[in-house]
C-alpha cells in the first residue's frame, strides 16, 4: 500500500479522521459533527467545540482505520490540521496527532486547512482539474480565491475582507429565525423562492478579486425589518442566495480571464449549495471541478491530500507543533 497517510482535523466543529494513500485515494473519510451541541446557540461555541472532539477523536480515528480495514503498521504518517480554525478545537486535533506520531514512532505533518480544501480537488473522486487552475475556497470562515500551478503551488488572488459567504448565510438565517446551520436551509427555501423578488446589492469592486458580504447582510437585516409582513421567507432566501452566488461567480469570471486559465475547482463548505453548483458548471468555456459533497465541508480526506506533497518532500514537523488561529497559506 503506497504512502497511507492517517489525517485528522478539528479545526471547527466537525471531528474527522480519514485514511489516504498516494495523496489522491480515500480509503476512509469519518466526519462527526456537532450541529446538536451548538444549534439551540445560533452558531458554533469554541469551548463546547473542544470538549465534544476531546470526547469522541479516539474513537473517530478508530473508526477510520477500521474502514480502511489497515493498522498503525501500514500508516506512512500522521497527518493533523493545524490551522487556522478555532484554536480550541486545534489544540485537540494537534495533540492526539503527536500522541499518535510519538507512540507508533511515525512521521508528523502539520497541514494548512485552507490547503486542505484547495487539495480536495486532487482527490480521484472526479478529480483533478486540469492545471493550473484557479480554486475558489468558500465556506463559514473563509471566501478566497487561488491561483494553483500543482500541489504545492498556490498564490491567493482575492480574499473576503469582512464577512466570509457561509458566516453571511448563517447571519441571515438567525435573522429569520431559520436555526442553524443557515446555509442548507437558505439554500433549500431558496429554490422555492423568486431570486429577484427582492434586489439585494452586489459588492462587485470591479477593481479587485476580493471579496465582501457585510453590506448584503446589513440589507438584509434592514429589509426584514422594515418588510416583514409583505414577502415570504423563500423570496429573501432566493433573494440573498442569488446576491451571493451572482458576486463569487464574477469573481471566478474575473479571476480566469486576468489569469488566462480555463479550469475552476470550488471547495469548502458553501460548495455544497445547490445553487452555487449548477450556476458554477453553466460557466461557458471553463471546466469545472465540483467535488461530491462529503469532500466540501470540513473533512480529514482533504487534510491527507494536501499532506502528500509534504510527506514526498520530508517536510515533517516534531513534537513542537503548535496550531495557530489565523494561518494564511503561504
Not at 7 to 36: K, P, R, Y
Not at 76 to 87: F, T
Not at 253 to 279: C, F, H, M
Amino acid at each position: 500500500m503506497s504512502q497511507a497517510i492517517l489525517a485528522i482535523d478539528t479545526s471547527c466543529d466537525d471531528t474527522s479522521a480519514a485514511v489516504v494513500c498516494g495523496g489522491s485515494e480515500v480509503l476512509s473519510n469519518v466526519v462527526s459533527g456537532q450541529n446538536g451541541v451548538h444549534e439551540r446557540f445560533g452558531g458554533i461555541v469554541p469551548e463546547l467545540a473542544a470538549r465534544r472532539h476531546l470526547e469522541i477523536i479516539e474513537g473517530v480515528v478508530d473508526e477510520a482505520l477500521t474502514s480502511a480495514a489497515i493498522s498503525f503498521g501500514a500508516v506512512s504518517a500522521i497527518a493533523v490540521c493545524k490551522g487556522p480554525g478555532l484554536i480550541g478545537s486545534l489544540i485537540v486535533g494537534t495533540a492526539f496527532a503527536k500522541a499518535l506520531a510519538y507512540v507508533h514512532r511515525l512521521p508528523l505533518i502539520g497541514v494548512n486547512h485552507l490547503e486542505g480544501h484547495i487539495c480536495s480537488a486532487f482527490l480521484k473522486e472526479g478529480g483533478p482539474p486540469t492545471l493550473p487552475f484557479i480554486s475558489l475556497v468558500v465556506s463559514g470562515g473563509h471566501t478566497s480565491l487561488y491561483r494553483v500551478d500543482s500541489r504545492g503551488r498556490y498564490r491567493e488572488l482575492g480574499r473576503s475582507r469582512d464577512d466570509a459567504a457561509g458566516e453571511a448565510y448563517d447571519k441571515v438565517a438567525k435573522m429569520l429565525g431559520l436555526g442553524f446551520p443557515g446555509g442548507p436551509i437558505i439554500d433549500r427555501l431558496a429554490h422555492k423562492g423568486n431570486p429577484r423578488a427582492v434586489p439585494f446589492p452586489r459588492a462587485y469592486m470591479p477593481q479587485t478579486l476580493d471579496f465582501s458580504f457585510s453590506g448584503l447582510k446589513t440589507s438584509v437585516r434592514s429589509f426584514i425589518a422594515n418588510n416583514a409582513s409583505n414577502i415570504t421567507v423563500e423570496d429573501i432566501c432566493a433573494s440573498f442566495q442569488a446576491a451571493v452566488i451572482d458576486v463569487l461567480i464574477r469573481k471566478i469570471e474575473w479571476a480566469t480571464a486576468q489569469q488566462n486559465i480555463t479550469s475552476v475547482a470550488l471547495s469548502g463548505g458553501v460548495a455544497a449549495n445547490d445553487g452555487l453548483r449548477e450556476r458554477i458548471t453553466r460557466l461557458k468555456g471553463i471546466e469545472t471541478y465540483v467535488p461530491p459533497k462529503p469532500l466540501c465541508t470540513d473533512n480529514a480526506a482533504m487534510i491527507g491530500a494536501a499532506a502528500y506533497e509534504q510527506f514526498l518532500k520530508g517536510d515533517f514537523a516534531d513534537l513542537r507543533l503548535n496550531p495557530r488561529a489565523y494561518l494564511p497559506v503561504g
